[in-house]
């Protein structure tokens, strides 16, 4: 008699908030980004928790969410058209800025990486010199990532207690954002031990 | 005999486009910005040989065989003319090169650049060069003295200079003339043929001549007709004419002796002239316009006038010349910088006239010694001549004038006839193009690729589901083609040795064969075609129409009243647009023809005049995805056919309205008219879309022109009327036996109604107590209670008066009407005629059951609310008894069930399934003949519910036969049947409602009678009833019984029989719930009363 009827199930413990987040985490949130497609099918309006789709009219361009797309594409149902700021020469604008610049300068999306990532390996066909732009978006993602370090180093040289990043994006802020936090609990850790042992030291002379 | 315009055609893409004669003039010659350089025949040549010389081809020049172009990639190049070799690079620049022109003989070329630099370079040896820095801008244009003494060249810092080729010494002509706009103009400038010794430059719009040497403005060309910027001279090779282009498309002549305007040209479409060219034999002169189109005009300064003009001066210059002869050799070689530097020679106005005119006038075999004088100018010599010799001046002057206007022909100031415009497809790109679209339409893409190594097709359907993407060859050389749900259609003109042919694909056939061609008679070019369900079209050369079945049998033939333009199909309709005649001043004038092909075949459009916005042309003619007849012009005007004022044609968009810039367009593939969508293809500075990049698709939406749009009222008037248009088509569909969404006719009254009131409660607000009047006319029955009350509680008494008289009669109205229906229906009859009692305002599609907001709106009134309800029930009886029919439908929310019943019609095979979901770019398919039925019943008659087969059989014939006739045909099926009560109860008060009113006609004493009858009481009527039915009355009393409870034992429907018999009125008519909601507050209502 163990499964009794009237047993309440269990609510399953959530476990405590990560201090960060995993790259496909942030992709997934990525995922509800919206995207304009071309279906090549006829469907009428479809009703999702996440609030209403359609109607599909073959031919004609429309917004979905992210994962729809790729979905739809993967299953060769539709025609993808990339956002406007995946084009060559923009994307060499915002990388030539973003190095001119020593803060961190606006992305077109918050989500560029992952929008970058995920169109790139599901839909190149239909992205005009899709190797150029995943070489200008790696770029720029490179030169933030350089900065982003730079800034944590003197960060932590300099030892500031506070620090101000504008224009970060999620995926950017969890590439450090982990090891950075443990490492400053770390080294506050070893400051605070040592800190005793040194004035004792210092006693000694 | 005046000169000739032939019609523009297209020559290259749109830009600069520079235009010259070969030096035999045997054929034309044009370079555009596409990078081709064409070779011309003539203006009729439709294959002309092509010469890519690069990316972009800025200018060219042509002489002795050799071909100069400069090009994008900042060279100067030479090809062999006519076989187009590349011949290797004659110089480079920094930048692009503007202007390249050759001396006389053919051995140098000079070209002046964007980098200030004018470069002189040996043909045969290209080290041999000579740079000219000088200029602050860059150079436009350049001319080479005929003599080879000189260079002019006009730049962009304002300057026309002439530069001395020997010493590369400068002197600015016209430093900083500041009249020329270089902006504006691109001031291509020319010497006098063979002397030289006048160079024209176009100035603002003046035609400003300078004098060889002493540089001095000798005398300006102009006429009214300028209004604008000339842009490019160019003289006659004879010396004795110039022509001129402006900005703004007019082209002037000019006798340069008299000054006098010979010619004056429009351009047909105002673009900017920027090539000019003159035959070098014959009075012709070929332009070429911004837009890369050529043209040319024919008869310039016809032999005649030539003669006349020639003879006469060389009498005069034979004297001159005797008199100079002393001088020449003094002067021959002398020091031109001297005269240079005296630039004060102030020879006098007369003596500039004198020797325009010897110039002008000379004959060619004495130019070599006259064109000594002008080196030989001397100012004393002058005035003394001038002085010697003024009564022959004036003796020249009276002859050269004479003989001047009598050349004058009489100037045609008329209407000018426009040329006809080409036959096209819609939604194809010019056919020129390598790769072009064939067709874009709402089923798919035929693209056309056209190079050198491929010539294919490519279609691809937007629906993957009605057919996969498919490449086919084209080596039929297939130029028009269509494609819908089952077929692809491609046409070619014929050639030399092929007939013209018509090539069907049709790839929704069940059979192994799926490909027909047809071949047109000899001389028969196919010029339009066109598909529509089951069948496809096709417009010839020979005037003709000619209709297949889509499997490829011929079927009807019919001439057209005119050379075909565009033609379009949609299921069973036919639209065919031709040139109705001669259009005026860039007027087109068409007209149309649209016809039914289905079983029954008639016209319904019998070539109407087609209406165009001014100067514009066809450019898109189509169906909308419901079936409309929609076309778009040239200036981007959408019209749609409106079937509710009469055919005619309704302006609903305006796409140039939604351009960002002056040249951006919007390519229309598509019109839907539920979702309201205008589907198009934005091209920025283009009126159509390249192949590639793939263009995206953007949906406009529709406006109507109405006034005032940006005020409240504006707007829902626009709004109001837009909704009316654009479900126009529910009409007609249900008309037809076409299948289609209740519930968009549904949402579309009940928008409507909404607009009315709003209007109506403005109005209101404003005190415009008529203009409320007249929209209450307009609002069905119930809407009009609701404005009663409104008027009632925003106290307008006397409105509310009128308002309720207009109920009244509304309701009257549309009680006759149900009554009528009623009555037949006891008969088992079909009422054909239930829309024709309506008023004329009162548009039957808005005869709706009422929306349930309303009536929540309205809740707790009083007993005229009662009565609207009863009007509600009224309505919706009718759509549950033809749901009824339907056995598979549960009765309940009849909008629930409407939409399933639309839902459920999806034919048998998967295909045809999945073309049906799609709401918006099915074919229309006429339903199974049951379907069509129940169509018929919701709209305009029931079905019989006694099952009276026959009679139900021949009933139907009867409709699909002769619909128009069908209120005919149900009388004589009247007579035959056992008579109604009410019909008895007529006969018996005919006579004494004649009394009444003597003066009464047949419909009016039935509607008399009807009102009558229905004042007797309920009993009395059933009396009727029960004495007409008689012996056969078994049946029929189950039916009505039957009626009486529809619901069975539902509890409301118990309620509201109750509820109806408590009621005053006590309506004779049985009721069905027909929603529970309205049932409920029904019964609530009855509740609350008791």
């Known amino acids: 008699m163990g499964g009794a009827p009237w047993a309440v199930p269990v609510p399953v413990p959530i476990p405590p908030a990560a201090p960060g987040m995993d790259p496909a985490e942030a992709e997934f949130l990525a995922e509800k980004e919206l995207v304009t497609i071309v279906p090549n099918f006829s469907l009428d309006r479809i ?32 025609r993808l058209i990339p956002p406007e700021w995946m084009d060559v020469e923009k994307l060499e604008a915002i990388r030539d800025q973003e190095r001119k610049e020593d803060t961190f300068t606006p992305m077109p999306s918050p989500y560029y990486m992952e929008l970058t990532k995920l169109l790139l390996n599901y839909a190149s066909d239909n992205i005009p010199r899709a190797d150029e732009i995943r070489t200008l978006v790696k770029d720029t993602w490179d030169t933030r990532i350089a900065k982003l370090r730079l800034s944590a180093d003197s960060f932590v040289r300099q030892q500031e207690a506070h620090a101000k990043l504008d224009n970060l994006t999620l995926m950017e802020i969890n590439t450090t954002g982990t090891f950075l936090t443990q490492a400053l609990d770390h080294m506050y850790k070893l400051r605070t031990s040592l800190q005793p042992g040194e004035s004792a030291q210092s006693q000694d002379f | 005999m005046p000169s000739t315009q032939k019609p523009m055609r297209y020559g290259h893409t749109e830009g600069h486009t520079d235009v010259c004669f070969d030096d035999s003039g045997s054929c034309i010659v044009t370079g555009g910005s596409d990078g081709d350089i064409r070779i011309w025949e003539n ?112 730049s962009c810092d304002g300057s026309v200079r002439v530069w001395k080729i020997s010493d590369q010494t400068i002197w600015p ?206 100012t004393a010599l002058m005035k003394v001549n001038s002085n010697l010799e003024g009564d022959e001046d004036d003796q020249a002057d009276g002859l050269s004038v004479l003989p001047g206007s009598s050349t004058q022909r009489p100037f045609y100031d008329g209407p000018m006839p426009t040329p006809q415009q080409k036959p096209f497809q819609s939604g194809s790109t010019p056919v020129h193009l390598t790769h072009r679209f064939m067709v874009w339409n709402s089923i798919g893409i035929i693209r056309c690729y056209n190079d050198e190594q491929d010539n294919a097709v490519d279609v691809e359907f937007h629906d993957t589901s009605i057919h996969h993407a498919t490449h086919l060859p084209n080596s039929l050389n297939h130029t028009m083609a269509d494609l819908s749900s089952e077929a692809i259609l491609l046409a070619s ?152 004022l009469g055919n005619t044609w309704i302006p609903v968009c305006n796409t140039r309205e939604y351009c960002k810039g002056k040249s951006d367009h919007y390519w229309v593939v598509g019109i839907h008219e539920n979702p309201q969508q205008l589907r198009c293809i934005p091209c920025k500075g283009a009126r159509f879309p390249p192949t590639l990049p793939r263009p995206a698709v953007a949906i406009l939406s529709f406006k109507l022109p109405y006034c005032q749009i940006t005020t409240e009222k504006g707007q829902m008037e626009e709004q109001f009327w837009r909704s009316a248009v654009f479900h126009n088509h529910l009409d007609y569909l249900s008309k037809h036996g076409y299948e289609y969404d209740e519930n968009a006719k549904n949402q579309a009254a009940k928008e409507q109604q909404e607009l009315l009131m709003k209007l109506f409660a403005l109005s209101c607000k404003l005190e415009r107590e008529f203009r409320c009047m007249e929209l209450a006319g307009l609002m069905t029955q119930n809407v009009v209670n609701l404005a009663v009350k409104y008027a009632s509680r925003s106290r307008k008494l006397i409105l509310a008066q009128r308002l309720s008289e207009l109920a009244v009669e509304k309701a009257t109205e549309l009680a006759a009407a149900e009554e009528e229906e009623e009555e037949e229906d006891f008969r088992s009859h079909l009422n054909a005629g239930y829309s024709h009692s309506a008023t004329e305002w009162s548009q039957p599609r808005t005869r709706i059951l009422q929306n349930d907001q309303v009536e929540d709106s309205e809740e707790g009134d009083a007993a005229e609310e009662m009565e609207e309800m009863t009007a509600v029930q009224r309505h919706s009886k009718k759509y549950s008894e033809a749901n009824k029919k339907d056995p598979t439908v549960p009765p309940g929310n009849v909008l629930d069930t409407m939409s399933k019943a639309s839902k459920k019609t999806p034919a048998s ?182």
């Open chain 2, 43 to 154: 203006l009729d040549d439709d294959d002309p040989k092509s010469i890519n010389v690069g990316e972009k081809s800025y200018s060219f020049a042509l002489k002795n065989g050799r071909l100069v172009s400069a090009i994008s990639n900042n060279t100067v190049q030479i090809h062999t003319f006519p076989e187009g070799a590349p011949d290797g690079i004659l110089t480079r620049f920094t930048t692009n090169a503007n202007h390249v022109v050759f001396n006389t003989d053919g051995t140098k070329i000079a070209a002046g650049s964007s980098d200030f630099m004018v470069k002189i370079v040996e043909v045969t040896d290209c080290s041999q060069q000579k740079s000219f820095r000088g200029h602050d801008a860059p150079v436009l244009s350049l001319c080479f003295d005929p003599k080879e003494a000189f260079l002019a060249s006009a």
């Open chain 2, 909 to 1090: 095979t998967s295909r045809a399934g999945n073309k049906q979901e799609s709401p918006v770019l099915k074919p229309l398919i006429p339903k199974p003949k049951s379907k069509q039925a129940l169509a018929a019943s919701f709209f305009q008659s029931r079905t019989p519910s006694t099952g009276d087969k026959t009679m139900e059989e021949r009933e139907e014939k009867a409709e699909k036969d002769v619909p128009e006739t069908a209120a005919a045909a149900t009388e004589t099926i009247e007579n035959k049947r056992p008579k109604t009560g009410f019909q008895m109860w007529l006969e018996e008060n005919r006579g004494s409602i004649l009394e009444d009113a003597p003066d009464l006609e047949e419909t009016e004493i039935i509607k008399e009678g009807m009102s009558r009858f229905r004042m007797l009481t309920s009993e009395e009527r059933m009396g009727w009833t029960e004495k007409a039915k008689g012996g056969t009355a078994d049946s029929n009393s189950t039916e009505v019984k039957k009626r009486k409870r529809p619901l069975g034992a539902s509890d409301e429907g118990r309620e509201s029989q109750e509820e109806k018999s408590k009621e005053d009125l006590s309506l004779p008519r049985k009721r069905k719930p027909l929603d529970q909601p309205a049932n409920v507050k029904l019964s609530a209502f009855a509740f609350k009363q008791s």
């Open chain 1, 47 to 78: 009703y999702l928790i996440g609030g209403d789709l359609g109607p599909f009219n073959p031919g004609l361009p429309m917004e979905v969410p992210l994962w729809l797309a790729i979905n739809l594409k993967q299953r060769q149902k539709c």
């Open chain 2, 493 to 644: 003109e014929s050639t030399e040795e092929l007939a013209s042919k018509l090539h069907c694909i049709h790839f929704s056939s069940w059979d192994s064969s799926k490909e027909w061609t047809v071949d047109m008679p000899e001389d028969e070019d196919i010029e339009a075609i066109c598909l529509g369900q089951g069948w496809a079209a096709c417009a010839t050369s020979a005037l003709l129409t000619r209709v297949f079945t889509i499997g490829g049998v011929q079927k009807e033939i019919f001439s057209l009243p005119g050379p075909v333009v565009s033609m379009a199909g949609h299921g069973e309709q036919l639209m065919v647009i031709y040139h109705r005649g001669t259009g005026f001043d860039g007027d087109q004038c068409l007209g149309v023809q649209l016809m039914e092909l289905g079983k029954r075949k008639k016209q319904v459009l019998h070539g109407d005049p087609l209406p165009l916005a001014r100067k514009s042309y066809l450019m898109w003619v189509g169906f909308s995805a419901e079936g409309t007849p929609c076309y778009v012009d040239s200036e981007g005007i959408v019209r749609m056919l409106n079937r509710g």
């Open chain 2, 173 to 378: 002509l016209l430093q900083k003339c500041n009249d020329v706009v270089n902006a504006k103009s691109i001031c291509r400038l020319a010497w006098q043929p063979k002397s030289g010794k006048l160079l024209a430059v176009p100035v603002d719009k003046v035609v400003k001549l300078y004098r060889r040497n002493t540089w001095e403005n000798q005398c300006d060309l102009s006429d009214n007709f300028i209004t604008q910027t000339l842009n490019v001279v160019t003289w006659s090779p004879c010396g004795l004419y110039l022509a001129a282009g402006s900005v703004d498309g007019c082209i002037a002549v000019w006798n340069v002796d008299t000054r006098q305007c010979m010619e004056r040209i429009k351009h047909e479409r105002s673009y900017t002239i920027c090539g000019l060219a003159w035959h070098p034999k014959y009075g012709q002169i070929a332009y070429t316009d911004t837009e890369g189109n050529l043209g040319l005009i024919e008869n310039v300064c016809d032999k005649d006038g030539k003669k006349l003009s020639a003879k006469v001066p060389s009498t005069v210059t034979k004297e001159y010349n005797d008199l100079f002869d002393g001088d020449d050799n003094d002067f021959l070689n002398g020091d031109l910088t001297e005269l240079q530097s005296s630039p004060k020679v102030t020879a006098n106005e007369e003596d500039d006239d004198d020797d325009l005119m010897l110039a002008s006038g000379r004959p060619r075999h004495r130019a070599a010694i006259l064109e000594d004088d002008e080196n030989s100018l001397d």
